[in-house]
T-cell receptor, first 113, second 112 residues
């Protein structure tokens, strides 16, 4: 079955290190999104992409970057991890015009010490 | 600036009761309003969605009520079941499927 996966599921890192979170979907969806989830804030958009080589900043993009070299993957990089980036990160994808629904991955819990 | 405000933050309801979650938005350009359900350790999943051209949408025990003039919408869970215990998020976007702006979430606990 087609799906969206995230790896790792749990990650502990130290302040100042570079961290990359992977997101892979097998639906061939054009639109992909990264959100972070924090208590009381719901999910907040970090970056999004509407296709290969297209990337856009969301509302909380400072300290994060993404790249889209193929349809299936949208890795999220924390250039220099900070304690404020401790969070649960969700990747989502959407088919494009075929559907309104965003499909979410299982999440990555990141702890920055 | 939180563009979508959700209340209450948590809710306890008895089995068979009605759960009501409310959301208010500020941006009048929003034209797609989904509700997502999230179980512990899982990603959110679309539950039901509405567009502003209708005032109500029902799917099984779940109903969205939409008030365009008041810029408010709500989720009603009828005959609440223990399996409905989850966190619920309202959201809004300009054009369906585009980037979503989420409310803060409501944790619902249905007691047997």
């Amino acid at each position: 079955d087609a799906e969206i996966t995230q790896s790792p599921r749990h990650k502990i890192t130290e302040t100042g290190r570079q961290v990359t979170l992977a997101c892979h979907q097998t639906w061939n969806h054009n639109n992909m999104f990264w959100y972070r989830q924090d208590l009381g804030h719901g999910l907040r958009l970090i970056h999004y992409s509407y296709g290969v080589q297209d990337t856009n900043k969301g509302e909380v993009s400072d300290g994060y970057s993404v790249s889209r070299s193929n349809t299936e993957d949208l890795p999220l990089t924390l250039e220099s991890a900070a304690s404020s980036q401790t969070s649960v990160y969700f990747c989502a994808s959407r088919p494009g015009l075929a559907s309104d629904t965003q499909y979410f991955g299982p999440g990555t819990r990141l702890t920055v010490l | 600036q939180q563009q979508v405000k959700q209340s209450p933050q948590s809710l306890i309801v008895q089995k068979g009761g009605i759960s009501i979650i409310n959301c208010a938005y500020e941006n009048t350009a929003f034209d797609y309003f989904p509700w997502y359900q999230q179980f512990p350790g899982k990603g959110p999943a679309l539950l039901i969605a509405i567009r502003p051209d209708v005032s109500e949408k029902k799917e099984g025990r779940f109903t969205i009520s939409f008030n365009k003039s008041a810029k408010q919408f709500s989720l009603h869970i009828m005959d609440s079941q223990p399996g409905d215990s989850a966190t619920y998020f309202c959201a809004a976007s300009i054009a369906a499927g585009n980037k979503l702006t989420f409310g803060g979430g409501t944790r619902v606990l249905v007691k047997p």
